[in-house]
């Protein structure tokens, strides 16, 4: 066995280890990865979300019950990428993207919810070698899980209670360790799972009054189960599913002043879990796994009031505070005897819609506030630390971005916006640098929405896209030695142009500003005639902490609008960057841009 692949069998076998906290051996298990908390918001209170209701876009993780919709037709999107483990390994990573829908009438007392979830969890891609060090081909190994959650809740009018109940239906996938030559295949699983569950809510109003301080106070108690259904297929052989129980409680209060301003929000919450797959021994040599039923070792009294840890059953729990709806500081841990996990959490928040309520009250404009009625972002980070010493999991960080639009129609007419374009595209883009002559163009795709008219602005156009810019490197050859790398920077940019109509087209031009989201690495390697491809992804974090990175792009566009005023029209433009991608060398983003945009009028 080459000494790489046994390297990395050793990282999946900690990593199974590590997130499977029962007595089973190593493969009896599967699908652990499921296991594996991903909300930053709600790992920043000790993971926990079952019983507390929150409007956080990976609660049906938890809880496919926990969910929570305004009134309206509401949007919900973000995507995340988390380093896994980084203590033994820098390319294991936990992927998440969520969509979410929301929907309530305004006199209704029902409200719903669709949620789709992708999981993917990458351990990586290794060279495979021989006992002579010559590659021989590519180890890799994957997990992901695609799920639909649909919760369907309800708000009593006469009485102080909220009740919702929902499901998860899951796509598991697995490919474990099969090599560019064929020579090692452990296997793949392609099973079905789901979820269930229930929340209820109390939330109350200690007054009506229009004007001063009120206070809301919501205890809340929920129960999910996971991962239920059959067991985790490999070839001919099976494993039991990781099926586990949830049971939380919470108490949240908050402050409101006038009606309308959260000055203060407290929130306290426990939550208890325990793996529903036990071995039963029928005879000293003869073991058998069957799934518990219901709660299975969680007991109400000894676990969530007063938090005792016990074998079988982890606890998490956790606190957090927050100012003005803006800023919230959360402080967790989660307790795993049996699995030998004791982590702390630390970790914080912001909510765009608080700052704009904060800044309607303090200014007297209401535009402020009317805008948070339809667009909102939210930012959650949080970093987990272990009493153990050199813990794998010490120094995991989560974070994501949320963004959310709410009601459509209503935020164009809001914005007195007439128009609205939708548009996809191709970039061909590098980087100015005089130091690195090898590089190339790279081919990447664009998407977005823009708004010609802005705010009623004649001439005056305003756009969001997302914009896969960066370059290539082809090192040079030698006898044996050679290679080349791909750089995708991925950015999130928005845009505010000057238009200036012609005969058959406009001009258009103006600042263009960009946020990093993350960066794909792809190269290609090759010893003599054996040559291998890996591909990894950075952080935007870890682009500017570790790799000397700007995480901002400011540079300037120019182009011209062929037939603006058509349903159907392209736009061709150039993009000059006027900051470094590297801090350490002159390296500016430019691109070329063409586009294709779909104009929609509105009467």
């Not at 494993?239 to 049971?247: I, N, S």
């Not at 969001?464 to 490197?473: C, P």
Request: with cysteine; net charge positive.
């Amino acid at each position: 066995m080459q000494f790489l692949l046994k390297k990395q069998i050793f990282l999946y076998t900690l990593l199974i280890t590590l997130l499977f906290s029962r007595v089973f051996a190593v493969g009896e298990a599967g699908a652990v990865f499921l296991l594996i908390s991903p909300s930053p918001m709600l790992n920043g209170m000790g993971g926990v979300g079952a019983g507390y209701p929150v409007n956080d876009i990976f609660s049906s993780y938890y809880n496919p019950a926990n969910s929570f919709a305004p009134i309206g037709l509401t949007y919900y999107a973000t995507k995340n990428s988390t380093l896994w483990l980084p203590n033994i390994s820098d390319n294991i990573y936990l992927k998440n993207k969520i969509i979410k829908v929301s929907y309530r009438l305004k006199k209704s007392p029902f409200y719903y919810t669709l949620t789709q979830f992708k999981t993917f969890m990458d351990l990586g891609n290794q060279a495979l070698t021989n006992e002579n060090g010559e590659i021989v081909g590519l180890s890799d190994a994957s997990m992901k899980s695609t799920s639909i959650s649909y919760a369907f809740g309800m708000n009593f009018r006469n009485f102080p209670l909220r009740v919702s109940i929902g499901r998860t239906d899951k796509k598991v996938k697995q490919h474990l360790f099969n090599s560019s030559n064929q020579m090692v295949i452990i296997g793949n699983s392609n099973d079905k799972l789901y979820d269930i569950g229930i929340l209820v809510s109390f939330p109350y109003s200690t007054t009506k009054k229009r004007k001063g301080i009120s206070t809301q106070i919501t205890p809340a108690i929920g129960f999910s189960q996971s991962n239920r259904g059959g067991n985790i297929h490999f070839g001919d052989s099976q494993d039991p599913a990781p099926r586990f129980a949830r049971l939380g409680i919470s108490l949240s209060v908050n402050m409101v002043l006038d009606n309308k301003l959260k000055i203060l929000n407290y929130a306290i919450a426990r939550e208890a879990g325990d793996m529903l797959a036990e071995r039963y021994w029928e005879s000293d040599s003869v073991s058998v796994i069957r799934y518990q039923s219901g709660t299975g070792d969680i007991n109400f009294k000894n676990h969530l009031i007063d938090s005792k840890t016990s074998h079988h059953v982890s606890i998490s729990q956790g606190q957090e505070l927050g100012f003005m709806n803006t800023i919230f500081f959360r402080k967790g841990k989660f307790t795993d005897i049996d699995g030998s996990i004791y982590s702390r959490y630390s970790g914080w928040g912001f909510n765009l819609k608080g700052f704009l309520h904060l800044a309607s009250h303090l200014t007297n404009h209401k535009k402020y506030s009317q805008l948070s009625k339809f667009i909102n972002v939210r930012y959650n980070q949080v970093v987990e630390s272990s009493n153990e010493p050199e813990s794998p999991r010490d120094g995991i960080t989560y974070q994501n971005f949320t963004f959310t639009l709410k009601n459509p129609g209503r935020f164009l007419e809001f914005i007195n916006q007439k128009q609205i374009s939708f548009f996809a595209g191709q970039i061909r883009s590098t980087i100015i640098n005089n130091d690195v002559s090898s590089r190339l163009n790279n081919s990447g795709i664009e998407y977005g929405i823009e708004l010609p008219k802005f705010m009623n602005s004649t001439g005056v156009i305003t756009g969001i896209r997302y914009a896969q810019m960066g370059f290539k490197l082809n090192s040079p050859d030698d006898v044996y030695i050679s290679g080349d790398l791909k750089v995708t920077l991925n950015y999130l940019r928005v845009y505010v142009y000057k238009s200036y109509e012609f005969a058959g087209f406009d001009f258009q031009t103006g600042p263009d500003f960009g946020y990093l989201i993350n960066v794909n690495l792809t190269s290609k390697n090759c010893f003599g005639e054996n040559c291998y491809s890996s591909s990894y992804t950075i952080s935007g974090d870890k682009w500017t902490d570790e790799n000397t990175g700007n995480r901002y792009d400011i540079g300037w566009s120019a182009g011209i609008r062929l037939f603006p005023k058509s349903e159907y029209s392209m736009g061709l433009d150039y993009y000059y960057g006027f900051s470094n991608v590297i801090n350490t060398a002159r390296s500016l983003n430019t691109s070329f841009n063409i586009r294709f945009y779909w104009n929609i009028n509105r009467k």
